[in-house]
């Protein structure tokens, strides 16, 4: 069922830690026509709509979709892209260019996918960016960026739904 009491839920506050979050912002506060992809939506996609940028957020579960939808509507968010992929939702990335894309956050499904092929994808001094990255199954991402400017930041992450803090690790890669 749809929960149309979205202001509870999504709210334009990443969940993901504010240091990262602020880097985010200052990178996009200074591309005003920048073009981001971000996979796994939520608080994100309404933090990343207040920038009027060229949005594209990934979704892979229908029932969020939904109601992340929902709530761009609801504000009026017209210019972001909201799609629906599900299964191997990185191969959308076959769509772009080779550096065509300044930002990527990824957030959701298939992380490591998502950076190799989204690697490609990223224009010289853009900025990819995946969220949890302590966990020990995405140290193997640094392959994908040899050469690349790296900036990691740890602190803590209150989850939205339950309202815990847990502590956390982003990590986000400049393209030279
Ligand atoms: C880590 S979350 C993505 C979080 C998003 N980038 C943000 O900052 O809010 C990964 C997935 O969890 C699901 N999800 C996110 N927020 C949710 C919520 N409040 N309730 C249910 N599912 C949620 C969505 O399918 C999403 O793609």
Redesign the pocket.
Known sequence: MINSNLKS?IVPK???IEAAVQALREYLELRPQATLI?F?????TAFFAQFKINQISI???PR?HSQVQLYLNQNNLTWVNLELIKGNYYEVLQRFQQNSIDII?V??QHRLKCLEHGARILKPGGLIML?DSQHEKYQVADQFFSGWQKYQVVGEKPN??SGEIQIAQATWWIKP
């Open positions: 839920i990443p969940w993901i971000e796994g939506t939520g608080c994100s979704e892979h579960d969020w956050l957030d959701g969220d939205p739904i």
